[in-house]
């Protein structure tokens, strides 16, 4: 019975199994009705976690209070110096060191044996599983290792990998986030960023619960755990809620938690926090390990993300700048030969009939698509997904938001130097008029074509410059006739 239960004792390379099948086994060698495996905490006489069969919760205390002072003995008796048992009463109680290697890893206790004390036998023989089950635990180990670490190096492959495909900036911090706290079984994924006051905000939250309250959150300028993370180290903390370091208004959600620096080339991007809940078990010091290589490699991800979407924002504007210059170049040039050209004929031309009529219709025809075409060249030179800087890109950003209402995009005029002439407060009254003309050239009937002229040309009576807002557009007015123009003017 004892060699099967040696060579079943590791057969499944499960950790939790194998301490479960310890326990039973050594019950049933030993007829004993109780039996228990407390694991301690590394570096602590605490009992980490307690496997027990046959017991109820009032003997699985009795027990948990039993394991930790009996560290250093094999049994309940008494022995001598040589380690051979006293003349002492047959023990109601046997308890044995479980060792991995040089490493105490816990204690197997059996209680209540059916057919009176425990023998010699029954301790021999729990010495011997004590001994088969340190060497199965160390197996255990070393395949659940194996495992985590597999897990960690397919997160982070993934991550990387999602983050080189194309993503913005707030994905791939989530992604980051995300995939973090699932590899390491926390409570929350958070992504902080430093802020220009020399502290750190959370900007990232990936939870199962409600996020709220959490992004937002800062760490002041000079708290120590900012200062160990500006420092590049990562810090470790075994209850969030009573540590000193932390600060902030969420610690009392949390339990053990890491925080760890994404850095890359002496380059501090942010920093990874991986809190679990209150009452949780701490990270081990292969959690830690793992934790910290990921955190390297996604700040790795991240630059790299960054650097790649520049390239291709790079190559986007290059693309832009050729075609704004083919445009200049080439078509407009051609576009305004053609008109003097055109206005030539149209000069020469004998009397007022009808040949006269188109060609002044082709001039203006193509003095429109003049503009039209440089209008194209200023947009084409904005950088894309942006807000506009300049008075002009922000006129053509307000056209180009109403024609996805309107189902075309309005026609935009500039005269004149808009850009210097216009001033912010004059800017945003000519906005709001914009605004309001293409809201009610929106509601009126049969409307397929809107113009828009923005000229800073404009003279007031008193010989003060003006800027002056037409908008028209070819639906009806309410009477069933021609829309009229709607026109704006304010002083310079």
Not at 101 to 118: D, I, N, R, V, Y
Not at 211 to 224: E, F, Q, R
Not at 437 to 444: C, E, I, M, T, V
């Amino acid at each position: 019975m004892l060699l099967e239960a040696v060579l079943s004792i590791g057969s499944d390379l499960g950790l939790r199994a194998t301490l479960q099948q310890i326990v039973d086994t050594a019950t049933t060698l030993t007829g004993a009705r109780h039996g228990a495996l407390g694991v301690l905490e590394p570096d602590d006489d605490r009992t980490e976690a307690l496997y027990r069969t046959g017991m109820t919760e009032a003997e699985r205390r009795s027990v948990d209070r039993l394991l930790p002072e009996r560290r250093a003995g094999l049994s309940a008796e008494a022995e001598d110096g040589d380690g051979e048992p006293s003349d002492a009463p047959a023990p109601a109680c046997l308890v044995a060191p479980i060792q991995v290697h040089t490493e105490l890893f816990g204690h197997l206790c059996l209680a209540g044996k059916s057919s009176g004390p425990f023998t010699g036998t029954d301790r021999a023989l729990l010495h011997v599983l004590a001994s088969q089950a340190g060497i199965a635990i160390g197996n255990a180990r070393l395949y659940e290792s194996a495992r985590q670490r597999e897990r960690w190096i397919e997160g982070a492959a993934a991550v990387t990998t999602a983050l080189l495909t194309g993503t913005n900036a707030a994905d791939a911090l989530m992604t980051v986030a995300e995939s973090a706290r699932v590899l390491a079984g926390a409570s929350a994924g958070v992504i902080l960023q430093p802020t220009e006051e020399g502290g750190m905000e959370i900007v990232t939250a990936s939870t199962l619960d409600d996020p709220a309250g959490i992004v937002g959150t800062t760490i002041a300028p000079g708290s120590p755990v900012l200062v160990q993370l500006l420092g590049g180290e990562p810090v470790f903390i075994d209850d969030s809620a009573t540590d000193p370091r932390m600060t902030t208004d969420v610690r009392s959600r949390f339990g053990p938690s890491m925080m760890l620096p994404l850095q890359s080339g002496g380059r501090l991007i942010g920093t990874l926090a991986l809190p679990r809940r209150r009452g949780a078990p701490p990270y081990t010091a292969v959690d830690r390990l793992l934790a910290t290589q990921f955190a390297s490699q996604a700040a790795l991800a991240l630059v790299l993300a960054d650097a790649q979407a520049d390239r291709e924002q790079l190559a986007v504007y290059e693309d832009r700048d050729r075609i704004a210059r083919d445009l200049h170049d080439l078509v407009v040039q051609r576009l305004f030969a053609t008109e003097m050209m055109v206005e030539s004929t149209r000069r020469r031309a004998t009397g007022e009939g009808e040949a006269g009529e188109l060609l002044g219709r082709a001039v203006d025809e193509l003095d429109s698509t003049i503009q039209e075409v440089r209008t194209a060249i200023f947009a084409l030179q904005q950088p894309p997904a942006e807000a506009p800087s300049t008075f002009r890109g922000r006129v053509l950003r307000e056209t180009g938001g109403a024609s996805a209402l309107l189902g075309f995009p309005p026609s935009v005029h500039f005269t004149g130097a808009v850009d210097a002439l216009v001033g912010e407060a004059t800017g945003r009254e000519l906005l709001a008029a914009l605004r309001k003309a293409l809201a009610a050239a929106h509601r009126r009937p049969g409307v397929s074509a809107i113009e828009v002229e923005v000229d800073a040309t404009v003279r007031l009576a008193d010989g003060r410059g003006a800027v002056r807002l037409l908008v028209a557009d070819d639906g009806r007015d309410e009477e069933g006739g021609r829309s009229t123009t709607v026109t704006w003017q304010a002083p310079l």
